[in-house]
């Protein structure tokens, strides 16, 4: 099945990983045209030399990009067309598979959990085929990177799908969602944060804003997100004093984790400029949506929310002493992240703790858009000037 989905052209060694910054061009998201997904497929494209896929020549402004996130919690797709200085999505996927379950104590990836994702991979591998991709670039991050068994999965996941998963660093993973979400930060003077709480880590970037790439000057990775924090401290669940007891050590243990970023940034933070912070992860999206008071999510009405970040605290503690079916009933948060989201608001209380910015920015987009913009950044060649003669 190897030649049914594009290669990803962008894989690179762990030496070559971890660049910091680089200028690339500024895509927005635009919203797919109404005759995007009426079009009937074309032809199956031919194969280019360098392992990418295209129609004829050169690659056009017309031609599909991808980017597919395999994470601790989620697996999720993008795949998109160049649109002037935009970009419009023509397909995406999104699928919890929990890839992570378990791994914080056992050290490897399950064989239920390798199922879940796989069957998830499956789906993307058709996506790309049936959308003739150009180029896209197929990523990995905290799980794989942990997990004993990692490579293996990374293989067999080649071997069944045809998808190269390249398992990025921490630096990668950063800088990628930097550049994903940085054009929603809200407008000012001064430093800011963005940090991104992803299922297995949380990786926190202070930038300089900017030209139209921010500048990164500090960041930190920590190997708790809202699976591994939950699967090492434990549900917050049982009697009012058990969640409290739980919450606070979650509290605890991110914030030790924290301290050497907070102390090099603590000096930033103290300016008389007033500080920013911007977040992409499903746990602001959600906090969001409670805020909103949401029927159920849209990312419209969350995508570029600027939220006082006290509503934010008080979300968070009132999550923090329900029980799980309490939280499970609330609309945007369900079953599914009931048991996670308890560790979301614990990492993000820790990031306010060390971050105290007035107002919250809130993202629904990040590693997969800066893949995307880096992808599409990469291709663009200027015109050759015409001859005079």
Known sequence: MADLSPPDRHRRSGA???????????FRYKHPAPDDRKK????PPRRSAQGGEQRGGAPTRR????????GTNNCRLLIARPSGENFTVIDAFSRVVRLGEGLAMSGRLSNEAMDRALAALHVCAEKLRRRNVHLAR?????????AANGAEFIERVRRETGIVLDIISAQEEARLAVLGCHILLESGEGPAVIFDIGGGSTELVLIEPGGNVPRI?????????VVSLTDTVGRVEGEPGERSARYAEMRRVVSESFAPFAERIAAHAETEAEIRLLG???????LASVHLELPQYDRRAVDGLIVPSGSMRGISARLATMTPDERGRLPCIGNDRAELVVAGC????SILDI?????????????????????????IVPPAPRSRH
């Open 355 to 379: 971050w105290p910015a007035e107002r919250l920015g809130v993202a629904d987009r990040g590693i997969r858009e800066g893949i995307l913009r880096s992808l599409m950044a990469a291709e």
């Open 40 to 43: 009937p497929a074309n032809r």
């Open 16 to 26: 070559a990983r971890g660049k910091t910054s680089g200028k690339v061009a500024d």
């Open 63 to 70: 031609q599909a990009y991808a980017a597919l996130d395999l």
């Open 138 to 146: 197929s990523v990995a991050t905290e799980a794989c990177r942990r």
């Open 217 to 225: 000057l500090d960041w930190q990775s920590v190997p708790w997100g």
């Open 280 to 286: 992409t992860s499903g746990t602001v999206t959600t």
């Open 346 to 349: 614990a990492i993000l209380e």
